[in-house]
């Protein structure tokens, strides 16, 4: 019998089916040494897998490789999960990568997704227990290496978006053995201390071993157990610990940190202006309503001419007056008539009075409204005090040698204190 005569395609595409459909090549884990890495322009990485004997191509393409917590290199060791398949255009099998670890890094992370169980099971990661973060803090306590760039970059963020919050740096080790006791010994002298509205506890990226510490139980604890509120700030957005978990409130970085914990001033005198603003339309509103409503009743017929008022009573009077004329009922008529007399004398002096009345009305309200305009204030000897832009209410806040703006009615002063002369 003549043999069946197959393209190469056809080869190919039969001996991938078959790996393909191999349970064995599914799922698979290798450790192995990396050689001939490369990272392609579009972030997939192309690689060999080998031991002491043998080698594999292999590639892990971009969306997984995206996720990796290290940056592999020439001669790292791994252990890897993925399956295997052929190329079709080179009839070449390799190995598809889909997760990556260093090589003794997964009783790592065994331990942490041990430990991560038992706390949720504690109640440690309840969100009930989430504390608030205020929305303007006097004070920020920041936990972390006083020498690496995280506190610089807290250190500037606060200063820049909220320069009235204070920040307290309470040193302490970060990375290796003895960092877990150092976290906990300022997590609890903060506490101590009672001096700061929130903390920072964190640091800057790293591998999993670097950032250990924040994986370590008594960590946890003592984040759980503050009664301060702790922001976690550890490594970059795509690291996560245990501290992230536990703490009242998660930031990607600790540049992210600062940002969640202090507002900021620009939004903040924004919006006060917005506010003014409103405030001050509304009363000229007001204030034009009420004026509106006085020329009304200025010029309203009673006010121009009171004895109008009493216009048609008169008339009526006079008409029955006429017929008891007629009928001569001469001592009716006198008492009707000095009645009339009282009646005229009395609306006189009410409608006079209510005049008076709605005028002063008037004068105190123009007063009142006067007394709120800051201008008035000035004319009388009062100046605004600025320092960077804001406005001084109080010398506690004023510094000797700080530039200042005096804003007077004609004007504006820019000084330099000499000194300060505090009351009392």
Do not use: C
Request: proline residues 4%.
């Amino acid at each position: 019998m003549e043999k069946k005569i197959i393209t190469v395609t056809a080869l190919n595409r039969y001996l991938k089916y078959r790996f393909d459909q191999d349970e064995n090549l599914k799922d698979i884990r290798l450790k192995a040494e990396i050689s001939n890495y490369k990272r392609h322009s579009r972030g997939h990485l192309y690689f060999s897998l080998k031991d002491e004997n043998s080698s594999v191509n292999a590639v892990m393409f971009f969306q997984s490789a995206s996720k990796l917590k290290f940056e592999p290199k020439e001669g790292s060791k791994v252990i890897v999960e993925g399956y295997v398949s052929i190329y079709e255009p080179t009839g070449s099998y390799q190995v598809y990568v889909t997760q990556m670890t260093e090589e003794g890094l997964g009783d790592l992370y065994q331990a942490f997704e041990k430990l991560k169980i038992k706390l949720n099971e504690a109640g440690l990661f309840d969100v009930s227990h989430k504390k608030q973060i205020p929305l303007f803090p006097k004070a920020v306590g920041v936990i972390t290496s006083p020498t690496g760039a995280a506190v610089r970059d807290i250190i500037n963020i606060i200063n820049r978006r909220y320069p009235l919050t204070k920040i307290i740096v309470y040193p302490a080790l970060v990375q290796g053995e003895e960092a877990k006791y150092s976290i906990v010994k300022m997590i609890e002298k903060a506490n101590i201390d009672r001096l700061t509205d929130v903390l920072i506890v964190g640091r800057g990226g790293g591998s999993i071993e670097d950032l250990w510490a924040f994986n370590e139980e008594m960590v946890a604890k003592a984040i759980y157990d503050s009664k301060i509120p702790i922001v976690s700030a550890v490594g970059h957005e795509t690291d996560t610990t245990i501290a992230d978990f536990v703490s009242d409130l998660r930031a990607p970085t600790p540049s992210g940190a600062a940002e969640l914990v202090v507002p900021d001033q620009k939004t903040l005198i924004d919006t006060l202006a917005n506010h003014t603003q409103k405030m001050r339309t509304y009363v000229n509103r007001i204030l034009s309503s009420e004026s509106r409503h006085l020329n009304q009743l200025l010029n309203s017929y009673v006010f121009l001419n009171p004895a109008r008022i009493i216009e048609r009573p008169t008339m009526q009077l006079m008409h029955l007056s006429d017929r008891l004329t007629q009928t001569r009922p001469d001592k009716r008529l006198i008492l009707a008539n000095e009645s009339l007399q009282r009646l005229e004398s009395s609306l006189t002096v009410i409608y006079s009075d209510r005049l008076k009345r709605e005028a002063i009305n008037f004068i105190n309200m123009t007063e009142k409204l006067e007394l709120l305009n800051p201008l008035n204030l000035m004319k009388k000897g009062y100046a605004i005090v600025k320092h960077q832009g804001l406005i001084k209410k109080s010398v506690t806040s004023l510094h000797q040698n700080d530039q200042i703006e005096i804003s007077m009615v004609d004007g504006t002063l820019k000084a330099t204190i000499d000194d300060i002369l505090k009351d009392g």
